[in-house]
């Protein structure tokens, strides 16, 4: 059996921004019998484009053709169109509507073709709307695929961002919300810059035994509960007071202020689960109003560490687990972190984010971030 066919009409009006482009194709399209099938409104710097697709009889074509022609004499507007028979393409299967969102510094043409060309062949874009938010520039490409296909296609759309070095995300945007969203963070070079513990270690003279830990614990080459024993043992017996100069020290991830917001006024939660300490971090962090913060502990005895660590170590497994419960109701659950000890949580959310983040997290992530910038993170998730 053949497709069904329409008569369909295709308008496009350009011109110098005004109050309402749209008015004068829309009026002049009112006397007569058409459906509207889509349109869209589209303004670059001082002008703008308008896209209109009507059904429409045939009988019409010519009377509204007529009146199209005589916006564009008047001078202010210029209108193209185009009228033809379209026969619906036969169904090939089930399929899906996605939206590709690229967040990056500078997009660049060769970015757009390289996130877009495992699409070739399978599908055309339905839409493809770039813009700019202070400093940073966000591609929505929207397209449809068959189910059958997406998770391959996903994954070679994936492995483009990650090569190309820009952050990205694939969103069904049937399923697709924004709000409730729980958000789980890494504290130490993730929403802070620093290590507390390499500071402290710093401040105490034993600053290059405690980084090469900490760095061989981060790769993966180290567990991490044994690491941070081994790290804290180097303290004892100094001083406790180091504390409130490390504290001194510490400062947020740029956009970190300003994430934790914008997850509040979209009634989601906003965590932190740290192999750090609460010792340096609560005080610090108190003023954000976050929804939780886990750390570990310091035992201090008259004024001074005793090289060990009070109570659970927050370590790899507890950071997933903390992930899982705090993510109860939510609609979605996401976690960042940057280095090994953070790879349960990230495989164990929903979207996993990797920032500035060690190889052997990067490799597990759903998305990278190469850039200190929680602001990636708010346009990637649609805010």
């Known amino acids: 059996m053949s497709a069904p066919t329409k008569f369909t009409g295709l308008i496009l009006a350009s011109g110098v921004k005004q109050s309402d482009p749209t008015r004068v194709v ?20 001082d002008r703008f484009i308008f896209s209109l697709l ?47 969102r690229i967040v990056a510094r500078a997009l660049t043409p060769a970015d757009l073709l390289g996130v877009s060309t495992p699409l070739n062949g399978r599908t055309d874009l339905h839409s493809l709307r770039i813009y700019s938010d202070g400093d940073l520039q966000v591609a929505d490409i929207g397209y449809e695929l068959l189910a059958s296909e997406l998770e391959f296609v996903s994954g070679q759309i994936k492995a483009a961002i990650k090569g190309l070095g820009l952050a990205g995300a694939i969103t ?70 180091l504390l409130d100069e490390a504290r001194s020290r510490i400062s947020l991830t740029a956009g970190a202020s300003e994430l934790v917001a914008k997850i509040h006024s979209h009634q989601g939660r906003v965590g932190i ?33 005793t090289g060990k660590v009070l109570g659970e170590i927050v370590d790899s497994a507890v950071k997933a687990e903390t992930l899982k419960i705090f993510s109860q109701g939510a609609s979605r659950a996401i976690a960042i972190g940057d280095g090994a000890n953070d790879i349960a949580m990230i495989n164990s959310a929903d979207i996993g984010i990797a920032f500035c983040a060690k190889p052997a997290l990067a490799a597990e992530a759903d998305l990278v971030i190469n850039e200190r910038d929680l602001r990636y993170v708010e346009l990637i998730l649609g805010y």
Do not use: C, W
Request: aromatic share 6%.
């Open 26 to 45: 829309i009026e002049a399209l009112s006397p007569f019998s058409v459906k509207v099938l889509s349109s869209e409104l589209m303004h670059v710097r």
């Open 54 to 100: 009507i059904e429409l009889s045939p009988d019409h074509q010519e009377a509204i053709a007529s009146d199209l022609e005589e916006i564009t004499k008047a001078g202010e507007i210029d209108v193209a169109y185009e009228f033809a028979a379209f026969a619906n393409p036969a169904s090939q299967g089930e399929k899906s509507q996605q939206n590709l």
């Open 172 to 241: 069904d945007r049937s399923e697709h919300t924004i709000g409730n969203e729980s958000v789980i963070l890494d504290m130490d070079s993730t929403f802070i810059n620093e290590e507390v513990i390499d500071l402290l270690a710093e401040l105490a003279g034993v600053g290059a035994e405690v980084a090469a830990i900490t760095e061989n614990a981060m790769q993966g080459n180290l567990d991490f509960a044994t690491s941070l024993k081994a790290r804290v043992e180097l303290l004892k017996g100094k001083p406790a007071s």
């Open 273 to 305: 689960v740290s192999g750090g300490f609460h010792d340096v971090i609560d005080q610090f962090l108190e003023p954000l109003g976050l929804d939780l913060v886990k750390a570990n502990r310091f035992e201090i005895v008259d004024g001074l560490f």
